[in-house]
């Protein structure tokens, strides 16, 4: 690997123009000058997933981030003054400049975190290529343990719905479907090995491409592709869109373990595009796919994506949940709050992946005690409606304007500081951690600070059992 001269020449300019840039947004938020303020946090955030991408490679937690970021930090302003509007539940009274304010800032301190873990950061050459990462036993074993975790994740799903239904419950649509497992009780952690399987899955096809693998690597390859593709099917009959960009997101962790990362180029901003686009398809259908899969009839998908009125509804970010952020943000505003939380909901996120089972009063979610204080009607709706959250008013909740400061200067440094151990280490296992946390990195913008620990805990800790399992069935055969 070659070092990064990191701030010199083109990346330091990239560095200090999208810093410039996210202070000069904020000054213009604070001035009342929302659209001028919009325009310049657009190009910040372009600049930020720019020098993201040439630092750590598009495939980073940094990268998404920014990008992430960018998406639902811009997407509800822009609908608000284009003058389509959020959704009617956030309703008129929208807090344009105070949120573009915060979400200027938080952009500036992430900015200034990653600057400073990535100071020394790397630059990624092929690993085969270089001889530093060659198929030998111990990755053969990997892949095999993939193979388990991918088999194991299959069942698992299974298992979960068979308890709400079976699979005729994804008939019911993807509302139905999440707030029956979020009842569940001692309910399976599928989701954190379906993105283990495919993170091996992708490394098998890297791997694949370079060597031909023995036939039971390939047979194991094979394997770790059952629980993913289940899920993948399953999460696109009911349009779970996040799910699936975690799995892609997978994918491409394990993909680019032996080779350079891509940068942003037009080729990746093609296949973005087709990504959004055919999401927002999903999206706009979703409610109906189920029932026309059943019934054959595909006549009323085919109307409403085949109506450019309906596409020009649906394709508006600012229309689902990238507009979420801004019109949370505004609720919260509207109804006065006398005291911080002082870091309470960050302590007590640490407690969500813990069964209630074992702690039946553990606290609830500040997403959900946020939704039953601003949207109280959204909970007579099911135990997982709401409007989403945003972790940057999470951070305002806690320490106010400071908070915003503090938090994403640490949350910069920690997805910088991961990636430059990502992008250094010849072993799979970092990379695969990275792999597990992407989800976590997409959809933190409107999402809370919860328990990132616990889909890498899950995951890895999977993979440890499925070593041991393929290590032990080695030495007996």
């Known amino acids: 690997m070659r070092q990064l001269e990191t701030f010199n020449s083109g990346i330091r300019s990239d560095f200090v123009a999208a810093s410039l840039s996210c202070a000069l947004s904020a000054g213009l938020a604070l001035s009342g000058f929302s659209a001028a303020s919009l325009v310049i946090l657009v190009l910040a955030g372009l600049l930020a997933t720019l020098l993201a991408s040439n630092i750590s490679g598009l495939i980073s937690l940094s990268s998404v981030f920014f990008a992430a970021s960018l998406l639902y930090a811009v997407s509800g302003p822009l609908a608000v003054l284009a003058g389509t509007g959020l959704p009617d539940i956030f309703g008129a009274d929208i807090a344009i400049e ?167 180029n037009l080729r990746a901003a093609v296949l973005f595009l087709c990504a959004y686009l055919s999401l927002t398809a999903l999206y706009g259908v979703r409610d109906i796919l189920p029932d026309s899969v059943q019934t054959g009839d595909y006549s009323e998908i085919q109307e409403r994506l085949g109506s450019g009125s309906y596409w020009g509804d649906i394709i508006n970010p600012g229309a689902n949940e990238f507009g979420a952020p801004l019109g949370n943000y505004s609720a919260y505003l509207r109804n006065p709050h006398n005291e911080y939380l002082l870091g309470r909901s960050y302590l007590e996120g640490l407690s969500i992946p813990i069964p209630r089972l074992i702690w039946p009063e553990k606290p609830v979610s500040v997403i959900y005690q946020f939704r039953d204080d601003c949207f109280p009607a959204e909970k007579e709706r099911g135990a997982i409606a709401g409007t989403a959250f945003s972790s940057i008013l999470e951070a305002y909740m806690n320490f106010g304007v400071t908070g915003i400061v503090v938090v994403y200067l640490l949350l910069g440094y920690w997805f910088g500081a991961f990636d430059v151990v990502a992008g250094r280490s010849t072993y799979w296992l970092p990379r695969l951690a990275q792999a597990l946390l992407m989800p976590f990195a997409f959809t933190l913008p409107r999402s809370s600070f919860e328990a990132p620990y616990f889909v890498p805990l899950i995951g890895i800790s999977a993979t440890g059992l499925a070593l041991l399992f393929v290590r032990n069935a080695g030495q007996r055969s």
């Open 98 to 264: 105070e949120f573009l304010f915060h979400a200027s800032l938080g952009l500036l301190f992430t900015l200034l975190g990653y600057g400073l873990a990535s100071r020394n950061a790397s630059s990624r050459t092929s690993l085969i290529g270089s001889g530093l990462v060659y198929p030998d036993r111990t990755l053969y074993q990997a892949l095999l343990a993939g193979g388990v975790v991918g088999v194991v994740a299959f069942a698992m799903q299974l298992a979960n719905y068979s308890r709400i239904g079976g699979l005729a419950a994804l008939a019911e649509g993807k509302a139905y479907v999440q707030s029956e497992l979020s009842e569940l009780v001692g309910d399976l952690p599928a989701e954190p090995l379906v993105y283990t399987a495919t993170f091996f899955s992708g490394l098998g096809f890297a791997l694949a491409s370079q060597c031909r693998l023995p036939q039971v690597v390939r047979i194991a390859l094979l394997c770790s592709l059952s629980g993913p593709l289940f899920a993948a099917l399953s999460y696109l009959y009911i349009g779970r869109r996040i799910e699936l960009v975690g799995i892609g997101l997978a994918f491409l962790c394990g993909r680019y373990f032996v080779k350079p990362s891509p940068t942003i």
